[in-house]
Nanobody
Framework: QVQLVESGGGLVQPGGSLRLSCAAS???????????MGWYRQAPGNERELVAT???????NYADFVKGRFTISRDNAKSTVYLQMNSLKSDDTAVYYC???????????????WGQGTQVTVSS
């Protein structure tokens, strides 16, 4: 079973920056394969929405509302994905969730896993 643990959320003023991290791990210690990884967010009263994704090879995709402000990256050796968020706005306030498509073992099906979420609050 793959587990995703996010960190790096918090309170920041408008115009500020935060860096989120999400580390993937498996109870046996080794994850067989991680494909697409990404970040989503959900604000109160809204549906969860895509923020950014990144393939194992490093190809990225961003929602229009974060282009030029957020950067997604990953370290395959550490099974970790990052989200650098700059020029933050009050509209960016939400719970940010990490997602990974992974096979925990060679015999496991490819599944979508989610982290528990980390709160990002942009306010003066």
């Amino acid at each position: 079973q793959v587990q995703l643990v996010e960190s790096g959320g918090g309170l920041v003023q408008p115009g500020g920056s935060l860096r989120l991290s999400c580390a993937a791990s498996e109870t046996s210690g080794v994850i067989f394969r991680i494909d697409l990884m990404g970040w989503y967010r959900q604000a109160p009263g809204n549906e969860r929405e895509l923020v950014a994704t990144i393939t194992k090879g490093g190809t990225t995709n961003y929602a229009d509302f974060v282009k030029g402000r957020f950067t997604i990256s990953r370290d395959n050796a550490k099974s970790t994905v990052y989200l650098q968020m700059n020029s933050l706005k009050s509209d960016d306030t939400a719970v940010y969730y990490c997602n990974a498509n992974a096979k925990s073992t060679v015999l496991s099906p490819l599944r979508s896993y989610w982290g528990q979420g980390t709160q990002v609050t942009v306010s003066s």
